[in-house]
């Protein structure tokens, strides 16, 4: 088992920064990827971004440019800049990890952290 602990999600003005942080504990697999997605109701979660134990990253088109995900090993913590937020960031950030194990990708989730941007 694996788990995950957010922090730093809040109300910040349109144009403004937040940094999203997750930790990991447990069973921690030294190859597998962290990253973050989101959802706002009545819609599907979706992938915010995404990096591998070996450090690279991915996002999706409407963060980039204005997100940075950065991971650290050795805390087995990855983080999340948010620059630029837009309204249109505001959702439930959730931390993920996925490794694969005896054959199948595992994913593990935190509890969700909440971003507001206002106008």
């Known amino acids: 088992q694996v788990q995950l602990v957010e922090s730093g999600g809040g109300l910040v003005q349109g144009g403004g920064s937040l940094r999203l942080s997750c930790a990991a504990s447990?069973?921690?697999?030294?190859?597998?990827?962290m990253g973050w997605y989101r959802q706002t109701p009545g819609k599907e979660r979706e992938l915010v971004a995404r990096?591998?134990?070996?450090?690279?990253?991915n996002y999706t088109d409407s963060v980039k440019g204005r997100f940075t995900i950065s991971r650290d090993n050795a805390k087995n913590t990855v983080y999340l800049q948010m620059n630029s937020l837009k309204p249109e960031d505001t959702a439930v950030y959730y931390c993920?990890?996925?490794?694969?194990?005896?054959?199948?990708?595992?994913?593990?989730w935190g509890q969700g952290t909440q971003v507001t941007v206002s106008s």
């Open positions: 447990g069973s921690i697999f030294s190859t597998n990827v």
């Open positions: 993920n990890y996925q490794d694969r194990r005896y054959g199948y990708y595992t994913d593990y």
């Open positions: 990096i591998t134990s070996g450090g690279i990253p």
